[in-house]
Structures are given as structure tokens and as C-alpha cells.
């Protein structure tokens, strides 16, 4: 079973839209949570991280976290068609954050 | 912006053959890792280190060996290659939050 599950797989959005990805885990000994976005045939890039309950944004990227429910999101707004990629959650567990667990993904599409 | 270097690039083998793929960092950083990203499994870890000498199973080891010889570099080794073991592989280093990965080696067992 996948420790860190997210949804949907695969989301479409219009040029300039919100999207939304949700990920969250069924271990309780994770505690911090990265976002990472790659583009096709590229390397996973991070895209942001955090590690405390409530809300972080950098420009159009922000991303919330519950950590009582194990639960972080990321929110796109003003998508662009750059934007095009799976987007992956990723988990530390507590006490060894050298190790990440990742989920399958999203693959978010933007039409223009 | 940190440096993570894998090579080969793309590598095709036979079935039973020996394969080492290498991958080198130039950022000091403690921690690397060996992932494989396959469809439908995401990237899985295969092997990881946080020092020269030391190494740590991941969640997917068997059939994989890995070898951290120094700061900067760290092999996966695969003795007798199977066509499960068809995959992109990814290299990764990482000094406490952020992870940075190489550009990948498909890796072909046919």
C-alpha cells in the first residue's frame, strides 16, 4: 500500500484556472512534506516544501498543510501551459529525513 | 545550483548481464540515494547513503547492490540484470531539506 496517496491522477485546467493537488499520508510517523514538478523527459525539481501546520506561498504556488490529518495540498493559481507536469508529494519520516517517500503523482495538463 | 551527475545516460543490456551505473555530486553533501521511477510505482528507493562507507536499504533493494566509495560518489550495481530491472534510474543528493537530482539513466535489460 502506498504511504503517501495523492489525488486526483490527473487533472485538467484552462490557461489561467486554479488547480488543485491533494496528497496525503497513512503513516503517522511522517512529518514533513516536499512538492516536487517534473516536467516530461526532465528530473524531478523541488517546488516547495513545509514542515508546519497552515499556509506557505511563493508567487503562484501555495501549498497548506494539516498535520493533525496528515494532509498537504497545493494550489496553482494563474495556471500556465509551462505548467504542464507531474507533480509529485513526497514524505519524511520523523527522525530521518534523509529518507523520502513519494507518491505516484498527479499529472496536471493546462490547455491554452 | 547543486550538481548531480549520472552515467551512462541510456544503457541496454542482456538478461543476466552486469550493469554498474555511476553518479557523482559535487555540492558535499551527506546524503544520496538511488531511486527507480517506473509507471504506475512512481519513484521508489532502491538504495541511499549518508556518508563514504555507509549504506542504508531502501524499499525496493533485491536484486540491487550500491557502493558509496566517497563524499561525491555512489554506484548501483546490479550483478544479474532482469527485464524487471527496466526503469529509469534516478541519483540524488541532498543535504538536510531539499533533494536534487540527476538527469537519470534508462536503463533497457532485454
Known amino acids: 500500500q502506498q504511504k503517501v496517496q495523492q489525488s486526483p491522477e490527473s487533472l485538467i485546467v484552462p490557461e489561467g484556472g486554479m488547480a488543485s493537488l491533494n496528497c496525503t499520508s497513512s503513516d503517522r510517523n511522517v512529518d514533513y512534506f516536499w512538492w516536487y514538478r517534473q516536467h516530461s523527459g526532465k528530473s524531478p525539481k523541488m517546488l516547495m516544501?513545509?514542515?508546519?501546520?497552515g499556509e506557505k506561498e511563493e508567487g503562484r504556488f501555495t501549498v497548506h498543510l494539516n498535520k493533525a490529518s496528515l494532509h498537504t495540498s497545493l494550489h496553482i493559481r494563474d495556471s500556465q501551459p509551462s505548467d504542464s507536469a507531474l507533480y509529485l508529494c513526497a514524505a519524511s519520516i520523523t527522525g530521518n529525513t534523509g529518507k523520502l517517500i513519494f507518491g505516484l503523482g498527479t499529472t496536471l495538463q493546462v490547455q491554452p | 545550483e547543486a550538481a548531480v551527475t549520472q552515467s551512462p545516460r541510456n544503457k541496454v543490456t542482456v538478461t543476466g548481464g552486469n550493469v554498474t551505473l555511476s553518479c557523482r555530486q559535487t555540492n558535499s553533501h551527506n546524503y544520496m540515494y538511488w531511486y527507480r521511477q517506473d509507471t504506475g510505482h512512481g519513484l521508489r528507493l532502491i538504495h541511499y547513503s549518508y556518508g563514504a562507507g555507509n549504506l542504508q536499504i531502501g524499499d525496493v533493494p533485491d536484486g540491487y547492490k550500491a557502493t558509496r566509495t566517497t563524499q561525491e560518489d555512489f554506484f548501483l550495481l546490479l550483478e544479474l540484470a532482469s527485464p524487471s530491472q527496466t526503469s529509469l534510474y534516478f541519483c540524488?543528493?541532498?543535504?538536510?531539506?531539499?533533494?536534487?537530482f540527476g538527469k537519470g539513466t534508462r536503463l533497457t535489460v532485454v
Open positions: 516544501s513545509i514542515f508546519s501546520n
Open positions: 540524488a543528493s541532498s543535504v538536510s531539506t531539499e533533494v536534487f
